[in-house]
């Protein structure tokens, strides 16, 4: 039993940095991996960025690959979704996720949190 919940989303402009954040409930937070996935409107959930639980290894999704960096602080519970030069085409619902294996696939994955909107202007 494990509760996500996300926050900095919201309306940028291109070119612009957004920092997301998904803070984490109980005590077993440094075993999990943890990935943030996206979801445009008509379009399916994809996978963004994973975390080790180590922090050690990091994987991005060829898109944002020097743009996004994703980060934990397992002291605060927390990890973070450093976004940098936002293009419209990252235009998203941003979802936070937690699973015990690295996976890219959305259906390993069994804790959620509900979501923050990140929308890029042209």
């Known amino acids: 039993q494990v509760q996500l919940v996300e926050s900095g989303g919201g309306l940028a402009q291109a070119g612009d940095s957004l920092k997301l954040s998904c803070a984490a409930s109980g005590r077993t937070f440094s075993t999990y991996v943890m990935t943030w996935f996206r979801q445009a409107s008509g379009n399916e959930r994809e996978f963004v960025a994973s975390?080790?639980?180590?922090?050690?290894?990091?994987r991005y999704e060829d898109s944002v690959k020097g743009r996004f960096t994703i980060s934990r602080d397992n002291a605060k519970n927390t990890v973070y979704l450093q976004m940098n030069s936002l293009k419209p085409e990252d235009t998203a619902v941003y979802y936070c996720a937690a699973a015990l294996v690295l996976t890219t696939t959305p259906n390993r994955y069994d804790y959620w949190g509900q979501g923050t909107q990140v929308t890029v202007s042209s």
């Open positions: 975390i080790s639980q180590r922090g050690q290894t990091t």
